[in-house]
């Protein structure tokens, strides 16, 4: 059976974009080389990420980390798991300032932790990317997106390509000059080229639909 490491050599896959994609390659250049995210050397608890994306879910960065701030505090732990968030009970959520759905959300990965049906670290390091994504999206709370930046930004998957991502369809439309965005569809077809380092690929993509001469300011994210 495969064991799958966190990350991957993004010299490589930079060198092997540039060669086969000559229109990705003129922007690789143009922005220099992008490195490896953070995420990938941390330390990395599944059930504490998904419960922290679920807290930070249509928030911004800074309202997020208030709240979860806040339900830490309430919890007496950093660590959000079933043990820990059955310490809290649903009203005193809403006092930390969780919305009603989002508590129902945080019940069902609790309840889901406690039935053993959340793979951690170890069983994700023999999953195939597929089959992490089929394992969590039943969760309340958890779309594919969610679980995709988790492959990305955290686990470190070399060849996931966020087709659903406004900013990534718009990276993909300025490098090809296109009149309009590409159909998710369309730029998984369109991706194909990009394979095995779509991960890659897609760091660029962001950075190119959002490239501007003026610096942005950080944002706090829940995978960070």
């Given at each position: 059976?495969p064991?799958?490491?966190?990350?991957f050599?993004?010299?490589?896959?930079?060198?092997?974009?540039a060669?086969r994609?000559?229109?990705?390659?003129a922007?690789?250049?143009?922005?220099?080389?992008?490195?490896a995210p953070?995420?990938w050397g941390?330390?990395?608890?599944p059930?504490?990420?998904?419960?922290?994306a679920?807290?930070?879910q249509?928030?911004?960065?800074?309202?997020?980390?208030?709240?979860?701030?806040?339900?830490?505090?309430a919890?007496?732990s950093?660590?959000l798991?079933?043990?820990t968030?059955g310490?809290i009970d649903d009203?005193?959520?809403?006092v930390?300032g969780?919305?009603?759905n989002?508590?129902?959300?945080l019940?069902d990965l609790?309840r889901?932790?406690a039935?053993g049906?959340?793979p951690?670290?170890?069983?994700?390091?023999?999953?195939?990317?597929?089959?992490?994504?089929?394992?969590?999206?039943?969760i309340?709370?958890?779309?594919?997106?969610t679980?995709?930046?988790?492959?990305?930004?955290?686990?470190?998957?070399?060849?996931?390509?966020?087709?659903?991502v406004?900013?990534?369809?718009?990276?993909?439309?300025?490098?090809?000059?296109?009149?309009?965005?590409?159909a998710?569809?369309?730029l998984?077809?369109?991706?194909?080229?990009w394979?095995?380092?779509?991960?890659?690929?897609s760091?660029y993509?962001w950075r190119?639909?959002?490239?501007s001469?003026?610096?942005?300011?950080?944002t706090?994210?829940s995978q960070?």
């Amino acid at each position: 059976m495969p064991r799958f490491r966190r990350g991957f050599d993004v010299q490589q896959a930079h060198d092997w974009l540039a060669r086969r994609d000559r229109r990705l390659g003129a922007w690789m250049k143009r922005l220099g080389p992008i490195e490896a995210p953070p995420g990938w050397g941390k330390s990395f608890d599944p059930v504490d990420a998904l419960a922290r994306a679920i807290l930070f879910q249509q928030l911004s960065g800074k309202a997020a980390s208030t709240i979860v701030g806040r339900v830490e505090t309430a919890i007496g732990s950093t660590r959000l798991h079933a043990d820990t968030l059955g310490r809290i009970d649903d009203a005193a959520l809403r006092v930390c300032g969780v919305s009603g759905n989002k508590a129902l959300a945080l019940r069902d990965l609790a309840r889901r932790e406690a039935a053993g049906e959340i793979p951690d670290l170890r069983r994700m390091s023999v999953m195939e990317h597929d089959a992490i994504i089929d394992a969590l999206v039943p969760i309340r709370g958890i779309g594919r997106w969610t679980v995709e930046m988790m492959l990305m930004f955290r686990l470190g998957r070399p060849d996931i390509l966020p087709i659903d991502v406004l900013g990534v369809r718009k990276g993909a439309q300025r490098v090809d000059k296109a009149e309009v965005l590409l159909a998710p569809k369309a730029l998984a077809e369109r991706g194909e080229k990009w394979g095995p380092y779509r991960t890659y690929a897609s760091l660029y993509l962001w950075r190119i639909a959002d490239f501007s001469d003026v610096p942005k300011a950080a944002t706090n994210r829940s995978q960070d």
